[in-house]
C-alpha cells in the first residue's frame, strides 16, 4: 500500500507535476514511424497531458509541433503538410520541422518575415529507431543520449511495435508488466491453449505448475533485475528473469534466442496510457508472430485493443465459457485483453491506500520505492535517474529457462548471456 501523498506523487504526470517533469528528460516513443507518410496527414499525438501533432516533411524528416496552431489554436491536424513544413489552413501561417514558423502571409509583405520570425513555437526534438518515432519532451538544451537498446539498434525489419491503450494512469500499466505472480492464474487458459503451448513449449507447464514463483533481485543502474524462480515443479527449476528498465520498459523473459517482446506504458494523461508491445529480434526479420498470444487483436496496430470493451459490458467476459473452464472468461483476446480489462477494473487511478499487499507483490513494492526515491531526488538534485553510461542499455536481455535445481539461476543465466553480451 502507499499513503495517498505518495500515490498522489507517483500518478500525477501533467505539466509542471514533480513525475511528470522528471519522465519528460526521457526519450518516449511517440507513435509509430510507419504512420508518417512524407507529405501525408499529420498525426495526433496526446502526452503527459499535452497535445501534439507529428508530421514527416517533404524530406523525410519528423517534426513533433503543439496541435494547437500557435496564431489563434487551430488545430494544426488540419494543417496542408508540403514543402517541408505544416501549414495551417485557417490563415495559411507555415511551420517548419525545427520549430520555426517560417510564414506568416496574413501579415504585410514589409514586416513578413520578421513578424514570423517572433512567433513562438513549441517544438520538441524526435529520433526513429526500432520503428518508432521517439520525442524528447524535456527541459533541456541539449536532449540526453538516445538511449541504445537492443531494440533500438536494428532495422525497422526487426522490430514490429503495436500500440494499446488504456484508461488508466500509467503506473498501473507499468505495475502490471512487472507483476510475475499473475502469469499462473489471469493468462492460465491462454497457457494452456494450443497456441500458449506452441509458444512457450514445457514452459506452460513450469508457469502453471507454481504459482507462487520465489522472487528474488539484483538492483542495476537502469533499474533492476527481477527473477521469478518456480522450484515446486519436478527435477529442474524455472526461471523467469525480467529486466525492468525504469521508469518505462519491462523486458519480458523469452529463450536466449530468437523473437522477444518489451513492453512499456507511456502516459497520455493522468488517466489514459499508451501501452507498447514491442517484438523483435536481433537476428532475423519479424512479423509480430511470437505475440500471438494477444489473440485476436483489433487490426489496428495503433490501437490494437479498440474493441476491448469496457466496464459496461465488463470488457466482455463470457460466464458461460468460464463455467466451461475458460479462467478469466475473456475468450479468444490473447494475454493484454486480460491484462487491460483488471487494469481498468481497478479505476483510472486505483487507491493505493487500500490495498493489502502479500508476498507476490514484492516487485511492484520495490518498483513503487524506487520511483519515489527517484523523483525526490531529481527534485532536489536534478539528476536524472536510471541513465548514464553505467546503465549498459544495449546488452539487456530477458530470459527463461530452466536449470537443474544443483545450480543458481544466476549462475545459469550469466553462461547463456556471455555470448550475447562480449558481442
Ligand atoms: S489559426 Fe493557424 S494561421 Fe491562423
Ligand atoms: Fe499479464
Redesign the pocket.
Known amino acids: 500500500m502507499l499513503n495517498s501523498a505518495d500515490n498522489t506523487l507517483l500518478t500525477r504526470i501533467g505539466p509542471g507535476t514533480p513525475m511528470g517533469t522528471m519522465l519528460r528528460e526521457y526519450w518516449v516513443p511517440a507513435c509509430r514511424s510507419a504512420k508518417l507518410e512524407a507529405d501525408g496527414a499529420p498525426e495526433k499525438v496526446r502526452l503527459f497531458g499535452e497535445n501534439f501533432v507529428a508530421f514527416r516533411a517533404t524530406d523525410g524528416r519528423v517534426g513533433f509541433l503543439q496541435e494547437a496552431?500557435p496564431?489563434?489554436?487551430?488545430s494544426l491536424r488540419l494543417a496542408r503538410n508540403e514543402g517541408n513544413g505544416l501549414r495551417?489552413i485557417?490563415?495559411?501561417?507555415k511551420f517548419s520541422v525545427d520549430g520555426e514558423c517560417v510564414d506568416a502571409p496574413t501579415e504585410p509583405r514589409s514586416q513578413r518575415e520578421r513578424f514570423a520570425q517572433s512567433v513562438p513555437v513549441r517544438s520538441h526534438p524526435t529520433h526513429e529507431a526500432g520503428g518508432l518515432v521517439w520525442v524528447y519532451m524535456g527541459a533541456q538544451e541539449t536532449p540526453p543520449p538516445f538511449p541504445d537498446f537492443e531494440f533500438t539498434q536494428l532495422p525497422d525489419t526487426h522490430v514490429f511495435p503495436l500500440r494499446g491503450i488504456i484508461k488508466t494512469n500509467w503506473l498501473q500499466g507499468l505495475e502490471a508488466l512487472l507483476d510475475s505472480a499473475h502469469v499462473t492464474f489471469l493468462h492460465a487458459t491462454n497457457l494452456d491453449s494450443a497456441v500458449g503451448r506452441s509458444l512457450f513449449l514445457e514452459e506452460s507447464d513450469m508457469m502453471l505448475g507454481d504459482g507462487a514463483p520465489v522472487f528474488e533481485f539484483d538492483e542495476k543502474p537502469y533499474g533492476f533485475t527481477e527473477g521469478a524462480i518456480r522450484t515446486e515443479l519436478g527435477d529442474q527449476d524455472y526461471a523467469r528473469v525480467r529486466e525492468v528498465v525504469l521508469p518505462f520498459f519491462s523486458f519480458i523473459p523469452a529463450a536466449p534466442t530468437g523473437a522477444r517482446i518489451v513492453c512499456c506504458s507511456i502516459p497520455i494523461d493522468d488517466e489514459t496510457t499508451a501501452q507498447w508491445y514491442i517484438s523483435y529480434d536481433a537476428d532475423a526479420p519479424v512479423d509480430g508472430s511470437n505475440l500471438t498470444l494477444m489473440g485476436n487483436w483489433s487490426g489496428d496496430p495503433d490501437h490494437f485493443n479498440s474493441d476491448m470493451g469496457d466496464e459496461s459490458n465488463l470488457w466482455h467476459q463470457d460466464r458461460e465459457a468460464m463455467k466451461a473452464g475458460h479462467w478469466s472468461g475473456i475468450v479468444n483476446r490473447g494475454n493484454p485483453y486480460e491484462d487491460f480489462a483488471v487494469q481498468e477494473s481497478m479505476g483510472t487511478i486505483v487507491d493505493r491506500s487500500r490495498e493489502y499487499l502479500g508476498t507476490c507483490d514484492r516487485v511492484i513494492y520495490r518498483a513503487r520505492r524506487m520511483l519515489l526515491d527517484a523523483v525526490r531526488s531529481y527534485e532536489a538534485t536534478s539528476t536524472v535517474p536510471f541513465t548514464g553510461p553505467q546503465a549498459k542499455l544495449r546488452t539487456i536481455r530477458a530470459l527463461s529457462f530452466a536449470y537443474p535445481k544443483t545450480e543458481n539461476w544466476r549462475d545459469v543465466r550469466q553462461a547463456l548471456l556471455t555470448g550475447h553480451e562480449n558481442a
Open positions: 496552431c496564431h489563434r489554436c487551430a495551417c485557417f490563415h495559411g501561417w
